[in-house]
């Protein structure tokens, strides 16, 4: 069986990430569609690194929920699999879905990537390491430092540019590698089963990917609360959150 997944920010919601648009997403009053640009950023680094720190720590304490897990093991169960997430967040990863099978179209938060040149590196276990130190008692003093020096904001140690998120910002192109791994599976064949979860379906090519990928006859599968963009299009429609909704779908096609 071949599959494709399309999951958004309603699948990590239900870990406790607030969504974008949702009544939790604001951040000391800011709208964060109005943070997540690179306008914003060339007006305030300090106030937008700020705010990823924050979502990055969020982020890290979270831990992923039963649809995560439900795609994991439908991951780990088909050998043709792609799973394509709007989200930023690992919590697919942690779940147990492999780097070869999943696609984070608008990009990875533990990413921090030069504003000019290519160096990026990954951020998240450096921090986790701060964190632990801080745990298991450092003296005041240094636990202060740190934190002085987590707040600044961060320079690319090969250029001198300043460091940003590897995030795709509002107004910034996809990604070109991950556009491609995208259409590569969309070019091996049509799916016969296509599940779109968490998304509200927004931007254009959440529906175009869906359509493209069962254009000879496969199931779509909408998981969402409320109708969305995408709704005309399915073939079944599940009302319910993905949480609830994913491990019984998983259940019935690997059983």
Same mark, same amino acid.
């Given at each position: 069986?071949?599959?494709?997944?399309?999951?958004?920010?309603?699948?990590?919601?239900?870990?406790?990430?607030?969504?974008?648009?949702?009544?939790?997403?604001?951040?000391?009053?800011?709208?964060?569609?109005? #943070?997540?640009?690179?306008?914003?950023?060339?007006?305030?680094?300090? #106030?937008?690194?700020?705010?990823?720190?924050?979502?990055?720590?969020?982020?890290?304490? +979270?831990?992923?929920?039963?649809?995560?897990?439900?795609?994991?093991?439908?991951?780990?169960?088909?050998?043709?699999?792609?799973?394509? =997430?709007? %989200?930023?967040?690992?919590?697919?990863?942690?779940?147990?879905?492999?780097?070869?099978?999943?696609?984070? $179209?608008?990009?990875?938060?533990?990413?921090?990537?030069?504003?000019?040149?290519?160096?990026?590196?990954?951020?998240?276990?450096?921090?986790?390491?701060?964190?632990?130190?801080?745990?298991?008692?450092?003296?005041?003093?240094?636990?202060?430092?740190?934190? +002085?020096?987590?707040?600044?904001?961060?320079?690319?140690?090969?250029?001198?540019?300043?460091?940003?998120?590897?995030?795709?910002?509002?107004?910034?192109? *996809?990604?070109?590698?991950? #556009?491609?791994?995208?259409? %590569?599976?969309?070019?091996?064949?049509?799916?016969?089963?296509?599940?779109? +979860?968490? =998304?509200?379906?927004?931007?254009?090519?959440?529906?175009?990917?869906?359509?493209?990928?069962?254009?000879?006859?496969?199931? $779509? $599968?909408?998981?969402?609360?409320?109708?969305?963009?995408?709704?005309?299009?399915?073939?079944?429609?599940?009302?319910?959150?993905?949480?609830?909704? *994913?491990?019984?779908?998983?259940?019935?096609? $690997?059983?």
């Amino acid at each position: 069986m071949r599959v494709l997944v399309l999951t958004g920010a309603g699948v990590s919601a239900e870990s406790g990430i607030p969504t974008f648009r949702g009544k939790d997403g604001y951040w000391r009053n800011l709208d964060p569609t109005k #943070l997540a640009t690179p306008e914003a950023f060339a007006r305030d680094p300090q #106030l937008v690194w700020d705010w990823y720190r924050e979502r990055r720590q969020g982020i890290r304490i +979270a831990r992923p929920n039963a649809a995560h897990e439900a795609i994991a093991r439908l991951a780990q169960r088909r050998d043709e699999f792609l799973l394509v =997430t709007q %989200n930023v967040d690992d919590l697919h990863a942690r779940a147990g879905v492999a780097a070869e099978n999943m696609v984070q $179209i608008h990009g990875d938060i533990f990413v921090t990537r030069c504003s000019r040149c290519d160096f990026e590196r990954q951020d998240y276990e450096h921090e986790h390491e701060q964190e632990d130190q801080a745990v298991f008692g450092v003296r005041e003093h240094v636990r202060a430092l740190k934190a +002085a020096t987590c707040r600044r904001t961060p320079k690319c140690p090969e250029c001198g540019a300043l460091m940003r998120p590897g995030v795709v910002w509002f107004g910034e192109q *996809l990604p070109r590698n991950e #556009l491609q791994r995208v259409e %590569n599976f969309l070019d091996g064949g049509a799916c016969d089963l296509v599940i779109v +979860a968490g =998304t509200t379906a927004t931007f254009g090519y959440i529906i175009d990917w869906a359509l493209r990928a069962s254009r000879g006859g496969a199931e $779509i $599968i909408e998981v969402n609360p409320e109708e969305t963009s995408l709704s005309r299009f399915a073939t079944r429609l599940v009302r319910e959150p993905a949480a609830i909704a *994913l491990p019984r779908i998983v259940n019935e096609l $690997i059983a």
